[in-house]
């Protein structure tokens, strides 16, 4: 395996394309916004769906 020493494990590195400081708080932001999202919609759910349970019962 050729690419499997330190020489070639530097290549290899060297190959990464790094995000920006930019681009990785605009990730970082997207993850955030979508988290909350998801957070904020699963509570939404859970609160329809036990007012429905509790009316039904």
Avoid: H, Q, Y
Wanted: charged fraction near 20%; charge should be positive; hydrophobic fraction near 55%.
């Amino acid at each position: 395996m050729k690419w499997f020493s330190i020489k070639g494990i530097v290549a290899e590195v060297k190959k990464i394309k790094w995000p920006s400081i930019k681009d990785l708080g605009r990730n970082t932001g997207e993850v955030l916004v979508f988290t909350i999202a998801f957070g904020i919609f699963f509570v939404v759910c859970e609160f329809v769906v036990s007012t429905l349970l509790n009316f039904i019962i």
